[in-house]
């Protein structure tokens, strides 16, 4: 089979900017990068000539239908298929497409999450094209990446709120240049490189599983002898039949234009890690849709199946999805790093404390961009951060902040008062200090990463936070020194200020530590929702209302919605968990354990049969318990019955999820701890499941 080199098929299934730079005329082209760089509204004849293009590209790669392509609030994406395909009067056809059908498309909107926005019979919805992230053709068809919208203009998806909030942070962040003399610089975005883990195990063991095949998690399940105890499976040896899967998807993801760049196992056995290399946010958010769901189907092909919930398995790590954060101009300059000079300095810890500012008075909307069901089993466990949000500098960065705060000479490698405008920041490398893995949001030089998002999730939400959160910061740093008759003076004291009203969030420590959490909350006062029910109404804070509608990210009438969406698919993956559980006992687990107490109880009237005298203790108390394990999970299983039934009397969506994490997942934890003894007394041939042990170490 010949081999092709990754540069002469890398994006050859994208109509990127070479596609479009080739097959468009020089005025078009020049109108449709305006539209990208700066937002310029496209020309209806640039649409057309856009569609014509991107229409015979697409046949020449085989395509036959073209999709707009959303994000709705369902946490997956959304497309329906149409056929270039139109009638020719000869009886033949003839394949169109159109500007009209590239710019707005017209999908059935009520059955997709509203939060109250729509009512069930107002079906119209639109998608609208969104030029910022390109094209690509996926199992022959077109993919228009799309904003959707209802009938009456709200946002109904994650790509409307986080173009705008880009859009708010490159206003605000162009005024702060401004007033440091940049004139060059005409747009200022995000960047993100999401770090994307995940867990392959067989499908014919997966098949077995009605809890993953239902829930995307094990409901049950006995610890194995070995789990990641030995640390030999991080950064190991990747096993045969894995490193195919990861050549595979990384082709797929090549063709795409996904920048796929590192891979390897990591901590927990059966669980791996693939990152790409930076791109702007909205694009970088479409790419990480893509590829969770390039993933599960390359996994397919080779008869495995990829796990993306955030803890498919007690008892080991579960999956995060870490989000690399920086700021950049369009002329190159990443405003997170460190200069060479006075001012680049200033400039650089202005919007560092800006970014600081941000995580403090926001660290409620952080919290809540990350929170779900299945990442509420992660956080605060040792494998993530824990919901404390806080910030990590690294010694020498922290001590540079804290000379500026007291105004005292830096006692660095140059012992220099930093005066902004005045001194250069002692020698600062890139990467000065070590990793803090316990830290939800840790500077690592150049960029942030927030740790906390969870591995399923898409990255929209907790960048349209952090946007939005960053961009009020700047805003309020402009409006103070637009208007100041003393710059230099006032920037120092802003920075100075903003150390000091802000120092509570930067923690270097560990973040695993029970005195953390003591010292966090009641010496800090810093937030600590440890659960979706306990943090997701805060996102209706007066406070949170406030910015993201004067940000113009959301409305409120947006935000009521999201709140009342996010419980409503937390208290339905709950539900749908509990009731497996349920039927996963009554069905199967109860019966393998009376099946198998009933063959002991055989074997001991066998045995006595033959010498009454034998005591036959293995088998008397095995039965013995089993019959008491059987009783527990037959009465637990009860209350948890009741738990749910009860959840039909709360009053609104709030309650009934305060409900669930009060009630139903504390019963579903007594079902299992019972059930998972009996696994460890059963015979491995009468249990009705694959075990962790099978899950866990059988792909070779």
């Not at 270039?84 to 707005?104: C, H, N, R, T, Y």
């Not at 790419?287 to 397919?300: P, Y």
């Not at 934890?669 to 019972?674: H, Q």
């Amino acid at each position: 089979m010949e081999t092709r080199n990754v540069p002469d098929y890398f994006g050859e299934l994208l109509f990127d900017d070479r596609q479009m730079r080739s097959r468009l005329s020089s005025k078009v082209y020049a109108s449709l990068r305006r539209t990208i760089d700066r937002g310029e509204k496209i020309d209806s004849m640039v649409a057309e000539s856009v569609a014509q293009a991107m229409k015979e590209w697409a046949l020449e790669k085989g395509a036959t239908h073209y999709t707009h392509w959303f994000q709705p609030l369902t946490g997956v994406t959304a497309e329906k298929h149409d056929s270039f395909i139109a009638p020719s009067p000869d009886g033949s056809v003839i394949m169109e497409f159109s500007g009209k059908e590239l710019i707005q498309g017209e999908p059935d909107a009520s059955s997709f999450p509203t939060g109250g926005i729509r009512a069930t019979f107002e079906a119209r919805g639109y998608t609208a094209w969104d030029p910022t992230s390109y094209a690509f053709i996926k199992d022959k068809t077109l993919c228009i990446p799309t904003a959707f919208c209802s009938y009456g203009g709200e946002a109904l998806d994650k790509k409307t709120p986080l173009l705008r909030s880009m859009e708010a942070l490159n206003r605000q962040a162009l005024r702060i240049l401004a007033l440091f003399g940049n004139t060059s610089a005409k747009h200022v975005s995000t960047s993100v490189g999401p770090e994307q883990e995940y867990f392959l195990i067989t499908k014919e063991m997966y098949d077995q599983r009605p809890d993953l095949r239902f829930t995307g998690r094990t409901l049950f399940g006995a610890r194995a002898p070995k789990g990641q105890e030995m640390d030999d499976h991080y950064f190991g040896v990747i096993k045969p039949r894995v490193q195919a899967f990861m050549n595979d998807l990384n082709e797929e993801l090549w063709k795409l234009g996904v920048l796929a760049k590192t891979e390897h196992n990591e901590v927990a056995p059966a669980q791996h890690e693939l990152a790409p290399i930076y791109s702007t946010t909205n694009l970088a958010t479409d790419q990480n849709q893509l590829m969770m769901e390039i993933m599960q189907k390359v996994a397919s092909r080779h008869g495995l199946v990829c796990l993306l919930h955030e803890k498919p398995f007690a008892g080991v790590n579960g999956s995060g999805k870490h989000n690399n954060w920086s700021i950049a101009t369009d002329t190159g300059v990443n405003l997170l790093s460190p200069g060479e000079t006075p001012y680049e300095n200033a400039q650089f810890l202005l919007f560092l404390c800006a970014v600081i500012k941000a995580v403090d008075d926001y660290q409620d909307l952080l919290r809540l961009s990350v929170a779900t069901a299945g990442n509420d089993h992660r956080l605060g466990a040792n494998e993530a951060p824990p919901a404390i949000i806080s910030v990590f500098l690294g010694d020498e960065l922290s001590a540079i902040l804290e000379a500026i705060e007291k105004d005292v000479p830096y006692n660095g490698t140059e012992k220099k008062t930093i005066r902004l405008g005045v001194d250069v920041l002692p020698a600062f490398p890139r990467d000065n200090t070590d990793r803090n893995r316990t830290s939800p949001f840790a500077f690592t030089g150049n960029k942030f990463e927030f740790r906390s998002l969870g591995s399923s999730n898409s990255i929209a939400c907790a960048n349209i936070m952090l946007n939005a959160a960053v961009a009020e910061s700047l805003k309020i740093y402009a409006d103070r020194l637009e208007g100041s008759a003393d710059f230099e003076k006032d920037l120092h004291e802003m920075i100075r200020k903003t150390i000091s009203d802000h120092k509570r969030i930067l923690f270097n420590g560990n973040g695993y530590d029970d005195a953390w959490v003591k010292e966090a909350t009641e010496v800090r006062g810093l937030c600590n929702y440890r659960t979706t029910p306990d943090c997701m109404p805060h996102l209706l804070d007066p406070k949170n209302v406030e910015m993201l509608t004067s940000q113009k990210v959301f409305t409120k009438k947006e935000m009521e919605s999201r709140v009342e969406i996010m419980l409503e698919n937390y208290c339905k993956t709950v539900r749908i968990e509990a009731n497996t559980m349920l039927d996963m006992a009554h069905r199967q687990i109860l019966p393998a354990i009376t099946d198998y107490a009933a063959k002991l109880s055989g074997t001991v009237a066998a045995k006595k049969g033959v010498n009454p005298d034998l005591a036959c203790a293995y088998e008397t108390s095995s039965v013995s318990r089993l019959s008491v394990l059987a009783d527990q999970i037959s009465a637990r299983c009860e209350e948890l019955e009741k738990a749910i039934l009860k959840l039909e009397g709360a009053a609104d969506i709030i309650e009934e999820s305060v409900a669930i994490k009060d009630t139903v997942l504390p019963k579903m934890a007594e079902v299992r701890a019972a059930a998972d003894e009996a696994e460890t007394l059963v015979s491995a041939e009468c249990w009705p499941f694959p075990s962790y042990g099978d899950l866990l170490f059988s792909v070779r």
